[in-house]
């Protein structure tokens, strides 16, 4: 009775396939099946929700960003990145907000740029609501200043 218990128990227990990707540590972008979608974006095609989330983030930190810190680092000219890392929370707010940068007070004022972000519809993956990793480079040319 044992042997045939333990070769049919296969048949009663079968597992369920399940994502091996921890949704609450967040889907990375690159694979989510539908992308958050950035205020403004919500009226376009499918397929154009990442172009134009890319494009909402980059404008909105453009337009945030305190430029005068750029001036009181005195920064040589030239690109200057900064990278960032956050998730989408599947109730559309940013959270674990990281920046890197060559200066602390770069990061410091991404981090808050980022924290301010508008509430942004949360991606959807096998017809959930799930947290989505998402990371960026923010680059902007510092140039010389005229000197009178």
Do not use: W
Request: overall charge positive; some cysteine.
């Amino acid at each position: 009775i044992l042997s045939l218990l333990c070769s049919c128990l296969p048949l009663f227990l079968t597992a369920q396939k399940k994502d091996t990707i921890n949704t609450n540590q967040g889907i990375p972008f690159g694979i989510i099946q539908k992308a958050p979608i950035y205020p403004g974006c919500e009226t376009l095609s499918e397929g154009s929700h990442p172009q134009c989330l890319r494009q909402g983030i980059s404008r909105f930190i453009s337009e945030n960003f305190n430029r005068s810190i750029l001036d009181s680092l005195k920064l040589e000219p030239g690109k200057m990145r900064i990278y960032m890392q956050f998730l989408f929370g599947k109730d559309g707010h940013i959270y674990q907000i990281q920046a890197k940068s060559s200066h602390k007070k770069l990061e410091e004022e991404a981090v808050r740029v980022v924290s301010l972000l508008p509430k942004i519809s949360p991606g959807v993956h096998h017809g959930r609501k799930v947290n989505v990793k998402y990371t960026m480079p923010f680059t902007f040319l510092e140039e010389h200043k005229s000197r009178k």
